[in-house]
């Protein structure tokens, strides 16, 4: 495996919500498994392995996943990856909203990533919102008002096609234990085996499809667990490098290839992507909060009830 020292430059949080470009990276590795090392610390910061996921496997995720963004609506609750309010689109996807309030802290440019909507009659709903972006759920989400672990999206909405992809993220979670064995053996250890993705120690996915990501660092991960990002290409495209700015790399990461970072301690983010063709990343990750959920009751009464389904029905 090829190495490369890089040294550290604490510039994510000035890039926080920005859209990265080449300004941002003076180092591409493609092609070639490849680690990213901490200069001064010697720890590993990520590792890119070429071509580590079988052919069978992404043609599967393409058959499964290649039309995901034809079926369903663009997600609001991406918050900084999504990048600095454009109240152009949001306001395309939310026509009827008097006013948008910006919430949370603003970046270093003194922008804001997260709105609230304000009504006609003043008052100020409580759902954030961030610029709609083609991202897409799967696999297991914390619902913390029951503190309950529960299907999210894709899984979902479409529990056959969903099982019929499983061997697709069971071949991500061979590549993991093989590059980062400790790694793999925590997760095993701390995970409830309920809300894992089957076959896998991590629980749960984020499906983009030309998805720009502007800086950030994911929230919620598991804190001393590992994140991993795999492509599945649905015609031809450019550019879509994933960028970790504080240490000035790109990735082309291509159908196939695999990165295993800790994206909620790395800002990161991708570069624009231009051309016909789709390109499909899959971060499947592990939920920390995921470790403490209980399985949700199967009480009449429960928020996920047939009985209350039926009522509204
Ligand atoms: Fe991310």
Redesign the pocket.
């Given at each position: 495996m090829h190495t490369l020292p890089r040294p550290h430059t604490p510039c994510g949080k000035a890039r926080e919500g920005c859209f990265l470009t080449e300004e941002d990276y003076d180092t591409v590795i493609q092609g070639r498994s490849s680690v990213v090392v901490d200069a001064k610390s010697g720890e590993i910061v990520a590792i890119f392995l070429h071509r580590a996921i079988p052919a069978t496997a992404c043609n599967l995720a393409r058959q499964v996943f290649g039309t995901i963004d034809e079926t369903t609506p663009p997600s609001t609750t991406r918050a900084t990856?999504a990048g600095v309010v454009d109240e152009a689109q949001v306001r395309k996807r939310f026509p009827q909203v008097a006013e948008l309030i910006p919430v949370g802290r603003p970046n270093a440019n003194g922008d804001y990533c997260k709105v609230k909507f304000k009504r006609d009659d003043g008052r100020v709903m409580t759902d954030v919102y961030s610029n709609p972006v083609q991202s897409y759920k799967g696999g297991y989400n914390y619902y913390r008002f029951g503190g309950y672990g529960i299907k999210t999206g894709f899984t979902k909405t479409h529990p056959q096609e969903w099982e019929r992809s499983l061997p697709f993220f069971q071949s991500i979670d061979a590549a993991l234990r093989e590059a980062l064995p400790e790694a793999h053996a925590y997760h095993d250890s701390v995970l409830p085996v309920e809300f894992r993705i089957p076959g896998t120690v991590l629980t749960s996915v984020?499906i983009n499809c030309n998805y720009r990501?502007a800086c950030?660092?994911?929230i919620g991960d598991l804190k001393k667990g590992w994140?991993t990002?795999t492509v599945v290409e649905c015609g031809p495209y450019e550019g879509g490098l994933y960028v970790l700015p504080e240490y000035r790399v790109a990735m082309d990461v291509r159908e196939g290839d695999v990165v295993f970072v800790r994206?909620h301690l790395q800002w990161?983010?991708n570069t624009a992507i231009t051309g016909k063709g789709k390109r499909l990343s899959f971060?499947v990750f592990a939920k920390e909060a995921l470790c403490k959920a209980r399985k949700p009751p199967d009480f009449p009464w429960g928020p996920h009830s047939k009985r209350k389904r039926k009522r509204k029905e």
């Open positions: 990856a984020a990501s950030h660092k994911d994140s990002l994206s990161h983010g971060v």
